[in-house]
């Protein structure tokens, strides 16, 4: 149980672009999501949080218009890099957490690698 | 604000040898630890977590942690290193509130990699 799957696995696109990346919880209901992006041999950094159906919150220096969040329904939440340079370039990994007072356990998603060219 | 330092960048260990991985926390309440395992090129699996039950943890693979609040670590263990082990790993911590927009996030440390040599 608790499998999230990430949609494309990787992707490579032009500069100028725009790339939307899926986060699914395929087996539970998440009421929160959560977009990290990782550089090579570097930690997770945390981009935003996104409760489905309410705007997602940004962390502080993350383009808000750039990363574009939608989490429309309990199983799907989705990030796009729009205009998207080689910098952009990056492992992308979504979490998903479930409903629940007590459901603090984030489970993550097997990430995607974007390159921009 | 929560911060999480995990000593030593890159460790080496032999096959068969223990396996140490340090993790000092900091954090306004208390806390939520996480171990995670991350492979090349893959997401993170989660080891083991504690929180606010017994202080030793036991997680998967043989790996365990003991949450000591004295020195604020959650360092982990595994006594016997096995050649699947080698990989990266995370320490995360998180707080145990769900309000004020909080949604339990996770702050991680910079990440530890585990080589094992036969």
């Known amino acids: 149980g608790a499998v999230v799957s990430q949609h494309p696995s990787w992707v490579i696109c032009k500069s100028g672009t725009s790339v939307k990346i899926e986060c699914r919880s395929l087996?539970?209901?998440?009421?929160?999501m959560f977009w990290y992006r990782q550089f090579p041999k570097q930690s997770l950094m945390l981009m935003a949080t996104s409760n489905e159906g309410s705007k997602a919150t940004y962390e502080q220096g993350v383009e808000k218009d750039k990363f574009l969040i939608n989490h429309a329904s309990l199983t799907l939440s989705t990030l796009t890099v729009t205009s998207a340079h080689p910098e952009d370039s990056s492992f992308y990994i979504c979490?998903?957490?479930?409903?629940?007072?007590?459901?603090?356990?984030?489970?993550f998603g097997p990430g995607t690698r974007l390159t921009v060219t | 604000a929560q911060s999480v330092t995990q000593l030593g960048s890159h460790v080496s260990v032999s096959e068969g040898a223990l396996v140490l991985l340090r993790c000092n926390y900091s954090?306004?309440?208390?806390?939520?630890l996480f171990w995670y395992v991350q492979y090349p090129n893959q997401g993170l699996q989660l080891l083991l977590k504690y929180t606010s039950a017994a202080t030793l943890v036991k997680g998967i693979n043989g790996f365990e942690a003991e949450f000591k609040k004295s020195e604020t670590s959650f360092h982990l263990t595994k006594p016997s290193a096995h050649m699947s082990d080698a990989a990266e790993y995370f320490c995360?911590?998180?707080?145990?509130?769900?309000?004020?927009?909080?949604?339990?996030?996770?702050?991680f440390g910079k990440g530890t990699l585990l080589t094992v040599n036969p």
């Open positions: 995360a911590v998180s707080d145990n509130l769900n309000s004020g927009g909080s949604n339990y996030k996770l702050t």
């Open positions: 979490s998903a957490r479930g409903l629940g007072s007590g459901t603090y356990e984030q489970y």
């Open positions: 087996d539970f209901q998440a009421t929160t």
């Open positions: 954090s306004s309440v208390p806390p939520y």
